[in-house]
T-cell receptor, first 111, second 116 residues
Framework: GENVEQHPSTLSVQEGDSAVIKCTYS??????FPWYKQELGKRPQLIID?????GEKKDQRIAVTLNKTAKHFSLHITETQPEDSAVYFC??????????FGGGTRLMVKP | GAVVSQHPSRVICKSGTSVKIECRSL??????MFWYRQFPKQSLMLMAT?????????EQGVEKDKFLINHASLTLSTLTVTSAHPEDSSFYIC????????????FGPGTRLTVL
């Protein structure tokens, strides 16, 4: 089955700096890669996703890149703000639509 | 995205009792729903796929007789934790697809189960 690894597990940045979170996956059949943000005690919220026919996608301060050959994808947050502090999860799925999640990254943005 | 509700949001029960958690898709009919479990400071682990009108598909290591899933309608799936024990204490979250032909999943608000 699919295995998704996520790094780093914790990330601390200064407000205004950029944050990058990286994930690798094992199943070459995976073709959908969402990123979720989860605040303490709350539900995961979809923040951006990318499909295998696209190499990069951007939405304001958030961008995701995908390298299918290397089987890795990354989340980039620019101009970080304290409200970006949360746990971020990457995930991968194939045509079966079952999501496999990475281990999560706790992002702390210091004001 | 899809609107998903869960009930209850929190439940505390005694060891040995059973607890039912409801997941509702409020704005469209969901033939498939997913149930996840999340322990503190850990990732979401898929427990089972709930299929309307048929048996749920359980992930390896998840006891189907302990975690009973019923998906009797296109808007409601229930997860019953039977004979709950302290080690079952966790955050249980359901999810649904955003709509026909989409692979995006949207999550319910979760249910915090504490077994004393």
């Amino acid at each position: 089955g699919e295995n998704v690894e996520q790094h780093p597990s914790t990330l601390s940045v200064q407000e205004g700096d950029s944050a990058v979170i990286k994930c690798t996956y094992s199943d070459s059949a995976s073709n959908y890669f969402p990123w979720y943000k989860q605040e303490l005690g709350k539900r995961p919220q979809l923040i951006i996703d990318i499909r295998s026919n696209v190499g990069e996608k951007k939405d304001q301060r958030i961008a995701v890149t995908l390298n299918k050959t290397a089987k890795h994808f990354s989340l980039h947050i620019t101009e970080t703000q304290p409200e970006d502090s949360a746990v971020y999860f990457c995930a991968a799925s194939n045509a079966g639509n079952m999501l496999t999640f990475g281990g999560g990254t706790r992002l702390m943005v210091k004001p | 995205g899809a609107v998903v509700s869960q009930h209850p949001s929190r439940v505390i029960c005694k060891s040995g009792t059973s607890v039912k958690i409801e997941c509702r898709s409020l704005d469209f009919q969901a033939t498939t729903m997913f149930w996840y479990r999340q322990f503190p400071k850990q990732s979401l682990m898929l427990m089972a796929t709930s299929n309307e009108g048929s048996k749920a598909t359980y992930e390896q290591g998840v006891e189907k007789d302990k975690f009973l899933i019923n998906h009797a309608s296109l808007t409601l799936s229930t997860l019953t934790v039977t004979s709950a024990h302290p080690e079952d204490s966790s955050f249980y979250i359901c999810s649904v697809y955003g709509g026909a032909g989409t692979d995006t999943q949207y999550f319910g608000p979760g249910t915090r189960l504490t077994v004393l």
